[in-house]
């Protein structure tokens, strides 16, 4: 089946179909709605296509783009739907709420795109080709399970030892983080907005979160410093200068936890490490491999990884 991936990050596959990114095509797939991924759904890119996706991903993206495409079809993991004379199935990825990995099926045979993924948790697709995304493509990226979680707790009670804390982190981030703190770390959770609306989508989903509550600016302020109080807050505003200290979550910086101005850098990856994807692969057994080189500079390592270790093809796109 043939495949491109342009630079602005849109995979093309088969005849009709679209993914991650804006295109000229009738099907336009959305893996999840990280800002990477939901492109193709601005409103100038989206015209008469139809938008394939699953139902919290429409939510979550519509929240953020502050507008709804008008053409949606929402899918249910391991239902087959046929579109244009291609057969399209969506199985799980475990990286965000709605995260999906998108199985196209026609005469031409089969192919398989992963969309951002992390392990445990993520199905194994079995396709002629595959899509593997490549965020951690080289092998200085090998990761301990639950690093991020055992470094995000003890910086957060070392933190609290001090006063209050804000975390900011993206939308999605916001709810794992609060799920890892709780149960564990004894504090008042507090969400501003944004994370309140994203989280409420959660709540629709069944994802079970702590008790937060919401808490205004001016609020804020009348914090003091021996009251134990996690505030989330939206990426986007890291550059407030709240009197508090700080945790800025990261899903792919080099270091665990490194120091920053006024608090410290977190690494909370959502993203499989060089070793899980190569375990991917090898499990997945594809005769030809893609990887996404318009998302990752190390698409071109893991390529070269594959066709060494696991004797397939392989091969980075867009090729440079
Ligand atoms: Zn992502």
Redesign the pocket.
């Given at each position: 089946m043939r495949v491109d991936i342009s630079h602005s990050g849109t995979i093309l596959i088969g005849r009709s179909i679209s993914a991650d990114g804006p295109s000229e095509r009738k099907i336009q797939f959305v893996?999840?709605a990280?800002t990477?991924?939901i492109g193709g759904l601005k409103k100038k890119a989206i015209q008469k296509q139809t938008v394939v996706c699953t139902a919290p991903t429409l939510e979550l993206a519509t929240e953020l783009l502050h507008h709804q495409p008008p053409d949606a079809a929402i899918l249910e993991y391991r239902k087959p739907r046929e579109f244009e004379g291609e057969s399209v199935e969506l199985y799980p990825a475990n990286?965000?709420l709605g995260?999906a990995q998108l199985l196209v099926e026609s005469k031409e045979g089969t192919l398989a795109y992963t969309?951002?993924f992390k392990q445990p948790g993520t199905a194994i697709v079995s396709s002629d080709s595959l899509v593997i995304?490549a965020t951690y493509g080289a092998p200085i990226y090998q990761r301990q399970a639950g690093d991020g979680e055992v470094a995000f707790i003890e910086t957060v009670e070392k933190c609290l030892r001090e006063g209050p804390l804000a975390v900011y982190a993206y939308a999605?981030k916001v709810q794992e983080a609060l799920q890892i703190l709780s149960n564990i770390v004894e504090a008042e959770f507090f969400l501003d907005q944004s994370c309140l609306k994203i989280a409420k989508i959660y709540a629709k989903h069944g994802v079970k979160l702590p008790k937060y509550s919401c808490l205004s600016d001016q609020e804020i302020m009348t914090l003091q410093k021996g009251d134990r109080a996690v505030m989330f807050r939206a990426f986007g505003r890291q550059r407030e200068r709240l009197r508090h200290q700080r945790i800025i979550l990261s899903?792919w910086a080099p270091e665990v936890v490194s120091k920053i101005d006024g608090g410290f850098m977190v690494r909370l990856s959502?993203?499989a490490d060089f070793n899980q994807l190569i375990n991917y692969v090898e499990e997945a057994r594809p005769r030809q491999v893609y990887t996404d080189a318009s998302r990752s500079s190390y698409a071109g390592v893991l390529a070269k990884a594959i066709e060494a270790r696991l004797r397939l093809p392989a091969k980075a796109l867009p090729a440079r």
């Amino acid at each position: 089946m043939r495949v491109d991936i342009s630079h602005s990050g849109t995979i093309l596959i088969g005849r009709s179909i679209s993914a991650d990114g804006p295109s000229e095509r009738k099907i336009q797939f959305v893996s999840h709605a990280h800002t990477d991924h939901i492109g193709g759904l601005k409103k100038k890119a989206i015209q008469k296509q139809t938008v394939v996706c699953t139902a919290p991903t429409l939510e979550l993206a519509t929240e953020l783009l502050h507008h709804q495409p008008p053409d949606a079809a929402i899918l249910e993991y391991r239902k087959p739907r046929e579109f244009e004379g291609e057969s399209v199935e969506l199985y799980p990825a475990n990286h965000i709420l709605g995260s999906a990995q998108l199985l196209v099926e026609s005469k031409e045979g089969t192919l398989a795109y992963t969309g951002d993924f992390k392990q445990p948790g993520t199905a194994i697709v079995s396709s002629d080709s595959l899509v593997i995304e490549a965020t951690y493509g080289a092998p200085i990226y090998q990761r301990q399970a639950g690093d991020g979680e055992v470094a995000f707790i003890e910086t957060v009670e070392k933190c609290l030892r001090e006063g209050p804390l804000a975390v900011y982190a993206y939308a999605a981030k916001v709810q794992e983080a609060l799920q890892i703190l709780s149960n564990i770390v004894e504090a008042e959770f507090f969400l501003d907005q944004s994370c309140l609306k994203i989280a409420k989508i959660y709540a629709k989903h069944g994802v079970k979160l702590p008790k937060y509550s919401c808490l205004s600016d001016q609020e804020i302020m009348t914090l003091q410093k021996g009251d134990r109080a996690v505030m989330f807050r939206a990426f986007g505003r890291q550059r407030e200068r709240l009197r508090h200290q700080r945790i800025i979550l990261s899903g792919w910086a080099p270091e665990v936890v490194s120091k920053i101005d006024g608090g410290f850098m977190v690494r909370l990856s959502d993203h499989a490490d060089f070793n899980q994807l190569i375990n991917y692969v090898e499990e997945a057994r594809p005769r030809q491999v893609y990887t996404d080189a318009s998302r990752s500079s190390y698409a071109g390592v893991l390529a070269k990884a594959i066709e060494a270790r696991l004797r397939l093809p392989a091969k980075a796109l867009p090729a440079r």
